[in-house]
């Protein structure tokens, strides 16, 4: 088996400091802070005010969890895994719109509704989530009452949602405590709870309902009721008809890629930051590992929040406190190849999520080769499959070797593999993924407001996880530095104004 290394672009360091103007260093090169650097040169384009930017990764590749791989020599076409994210919503626009920006729009590959459909594990078997399951509850009726994945019980207590009157506060809540006070017990434990509380890794009884999936709450104030609200706006976006989810031909990694190509400032790779502080005349110092140093005028951290919080430290102690409240736990992900003759079940949909009643060691799986069929050759079926989670926590600190022969005896029991896979490929990423627990979003305002006036923060330790979400807070804080230096820019180009004009006199 051949894998070919993810994209790593060179370094194109620039004597940023010693360039007139305005400068703005982000810290970061993941995709928060390379957006970030983006709409700060689109707007230094547009509005031709003197700045420049500087973007310091520790790392020796951009994109921070976003990186594919490719797989040789197992006949046919290339294999292509996904280290982080396999693909983005088209329902935050802004990942969407950048891509249109760089002109990626050739390379855009959009997934079938028909490779959607999603399984639960419900007492050891497979059972299809109801047609029309919208995350948390149904838009259909029919589906719901026919589904195996509920008892008469949890059907009826479902349908007596649009019946309990709405919650009247603005205090936030657990998924949890939202979930069983809607639509009941079942509906957590069958499906929001694997589903739901599986896009961000956490327990359903602490995760924020209003920092991860605030569009709930949104349709029990507007409509009184979730269903009702999920029906009305349902038929609104199925007068869009756009897919769901976008991904790249080439994988997630061409979008930092093309990113990393467009952008003209200064880039540094293994340039580790330790420190930033206000300096004497107003502007900050940012201290490199190496012993460098970088004056700025704004600097926008892109960091995780713990690393973040180190950086801080010294300049905003209450603020460094705030952001190590922000927890932080690891998740996991092996990829196994198979001939597809070898597999008994029919892998038609997306794949499986599993309720951590169910006692499983895995927390559920993709079937990458039917989600998105370009992803392997006709003849080999790649499977994802997701371990880390708040019940299988231990398994991430198992070896390859103990991990590879867990995940074999789970596929046997869920879906009748016997056969030992073509190739296998292990991602972990430890202490990488936030936990947006219950009050995250008011920390997330007692940080911006204790960190010193010029210093702003973006990426997935506060806003949204996803690429969408990353992709828009780096655009957000990019309009906060443009808004905040506008008057020094406009300062710097009136003083350059005013020397010409002396030398021509």
């Known amino acids: 088996m051949n894998i070919q290394p993810p994209f790593t672009a060179p370094d194109r360091t620039q004597e940023a400091s010693s360039e007139t103007g305005a400068h703005v260093v982000i810290i970061g090169g993941g995709v928060a802070g390379l957006s970030a650097a983006w709409y700060v040169q689109r707007e230094v384009a547009r509005r031709s005010p003197p700045l420049h930017y500087s973007v310091l990764e520790a790392a020796d590749r951009w994109g921070g969890k976003i990186r594919s791989e490719r797989v040789e020599d197992i006949g046919g076409a290339p294999i292509l895994l996904e280290a982080g994210p396999d693909a983005f919503l088209t329902r935050k626009p802004w990942a969407l719109d950048l891509a249109h920006e760089l002109g990626l729009d050739d390379h855009l590959l959009f997934i079938r509704s028909q490779n959607l459909r999603t399984y639960t594990l419900l007492r050891g078997r497979l059972a299809p989530l109801p047609e029309g399951w919208s995350l948390l509850a149904p838009t259909h009726w029919k589906p719901l009452l026919t589904s195996p994945v509920f008892s008469l019980r949890g059907k009826a207590r479902i349908c007596l949602e649009p019946f309990i009157p709405p919650r009247h506060s603005d205090e936030d809540e657990s998924l949890a405590q939202f979930v069983r006070r809607r639509l009941g017990v079942e509906a957590l434990d069958r499906i929001a709870e694997p589903l739901m509380a599986g896009v961000y890794n956490a327990p359903a009884d602490q995760q924020s309902l209003r ?215 292990v991602f972990r990423w430890q202490e990488a993924y936030p936990q947006y627990t219950v009050g995250h979003l008011k920390r997330v305002e007692a940080i911006e407001r204790a960190l010193p006036a010029g210093v702003y923060v973006a990426g997935s330790s506060y806003h949204g996880v996803g690429v969408p979400d990353c992709v828009w807070q780096g655009q957000e804080a990019a309009r906060r530095v443009i808004a905040a230096l506008a008057p020094l820019t406009h300062a710097s180009a009136q003083r350059k104004i005013d020397a010409e004009e002396g030398r021509s006199a």
Do not use: C, N
């Open 211 to 425: 920092a991860t999936f605030p569009q709930f709450a949104a349709l029990e104030r507007d409509y009184g009721s979730v269903i009702r609200g999920l029906r009305a706006t349902s038929r609104e976006r199925d007068t869009k008809s756009v897919a769901p989810f976008v991904s790249f031909d080439a994988g997630t990694e061409l979008l930092v890629e093309r990113l990393v190509a467009r952008l003209d400032g200064d880039l540094r790779l293994r340039s580790e930051v330790v420190s930033v502080a206000p300096d004497a005349g107003g502007a900050f110092d940012v201290a490199l590992r190496d012993g460098g140093r970088l004056r700025a005028d704004a600097v926008v951290m892109s960091t995780p929040a713990p690393i973040t919080a180190g950086i801080m430290r010294g300049a905003a102690p209450d603020g460094a406190d705030l952001l190590m409240g922000i927890g932080y736990t690891g998740i996991g992900s092996l990829y196994l190849g198979y001939r597809r003759h070898d597999i008994p079940h029919a892998l038609e949909g997306a794949g499986v999520v599993i309720p951590s009643s169910e006692g499983r060691r895995i927390d559920g799986m993709t079937w990458v080769s039917s989600k998105w069929p370009t992803r392997a050759p006709k003849d080999v079926a790649l499977l994802r499959v997701f371990f880390g989670g708040p019940a299988t926590r231990q398994a991430l600190e198992l070896d390859d070797a103990a991990l590879v022969a867990l995940v074999r005896a789970e596929l046997s029991t869920i879906l009748g593999i016997q056969a030992p896979p073509l190739f296998h490929r």
